[in-house]
């Protein structure tokens, strides 16, 4: 399991300061178009971050040689609820892992954004 969370401003000065390269380096294309489509992205992009950072901490790996930034693709069902698709070393370590499901779970705030991961196998 993994766990993280995030201070929605600290994405937002990442943003302001980087603009869209800082979101290019840890988002896909699709999960960088349903963010930008909100008049204030802030909350979406941190709560992607997190999930990121909670799916690289159910691995066991943290975010660096096993796993990067675009190896993680948090998706959304017509529902709403989120899930992760894995691309890269994302999905080598998945089976590596023996891993046979990964959840994610998401919640923000104007302030926080943070996300649950649980890896099953």
Request: charged share 20%.
């Amino acid at each position: 399991m993994g766990l993280d969370i995030v201070e929605v401003a600290r994405i937002q000065a990442s943003f302001e300061q980087s603009g869209e390269a800082f979101l290019r380096r840890i988002l896909l294309p699709d999960e960088l178009a349903y963010c930008l489509a909100y008049k204030n992205p802030a909350p979406q992009l941190a709560a992607r971050f997190a999930a990121k950072e909670a799916v690289s901490k159910a691995f066991g790996t943290g975010l660096g040689g096993q796993i990067g930034w675009l190896d993680i693709e948090v998706c959304r069902k017509e529902s709403g609820e989120p899930f992760v698709v894995l691309h890269g070393k994302g999905m080598e370590l998945f089976q590596k892992r023996g891993a046979k499901q990964l959840l994610v779970s998401l919640s923000h705030t104007e302030n926080y954004a943070t996300a649950v991961a649980v890896l099953e196998g």
